[in-house]
């Protein structure tokens, strides 16, 4: 299998030495870009005029949310099964950066639906399920750090993340199962998008730079998190050398 | 500021609910790369006193 490959950490460490400012680079342009297109560009809506703008960041933000957590849950079931050492990492890496953009999706959600719907919120299908997203990040963060040793709690985390993922569909279709408030998908449907191309470019940059972005971040935690477990390994070495080398009471040295 | 200028910062009357969602973003992005970044800097710089070296 070819992952197996890029599951070796020293690997992933040139790799992501290599990647990292290119990566990074490409998010900030492509957010510029996006900020560009989203604020000058891009029309105001006929019926919303100029407040339609906040979608050029909620829309990205809200697929972020949902792209991360099934990045997430997939980490899981491959740290469970095949119990890669890179997994269970990319997993807790990227729970606080989901959580991040599905902060970032119910704000600026709110913002608009005061404007637009009268209400800052209500307990529609889509808005009620994104804010279980958000407790699954966090309740996944939770889980993984009540554990005194590690590894007992990345798998229970990874159980709930699996478990979580049947909320993914239920965000998906909420504008399609229940008559709700929050208009329904108008860029990923069947028959393809109704969303005018002037709208959609800016989107599909601006989703473009948050993805980008998100492997950035993402790319940083995981070596911080290989970082930190190199660093662990060579204090516990040095213990046992100067443990085995030095009288009682020297260790601390 | 000229009438362009200010006409783009009114957003059509609704500059009280665009400019703080893209503030949020600004804030919750950068604050997460910052956030990141920290972490990362001070573990590299751990390791390097661990080693006593410069490569990670």
Known sequence: MTLHRFANPARFMRLSSALLPWCGAAAAAFIAIGLYLALFVAPPDYQQGEAVRIMYVH??????????????????????IWRHPLADIAALSAAPLGAGFTLLCLATGSLWGERMWGTWWVWDARLTSVLVLFFLYLGYLALVNAFDEPGRG????????????VNLPIIKFSVDWWNTLHQPASVFRLGGPTIDASMLWPLLVMALGFTLLFATLLMIRMRTALIEAKIRALMLSEIERHGAAAPRGAVTS | MSDAAARFLAMGGYAAYVWPAYGLTAGVLGGLLWWCLAAYRRSQRRLERLQGTREP
């Open chain 1, 59 to 80: 829309v990205p933000a809200a697929w972020m949310a949902s792209l991360v957590y099934a990045l997430m849950a997939l980490a899981s079931a491959v740290a469970l």
């Open chain 1, 154 to 165: 990345a798998r229970a985390g990874a159980i709930l993340a699996l478990v979580g993922i």
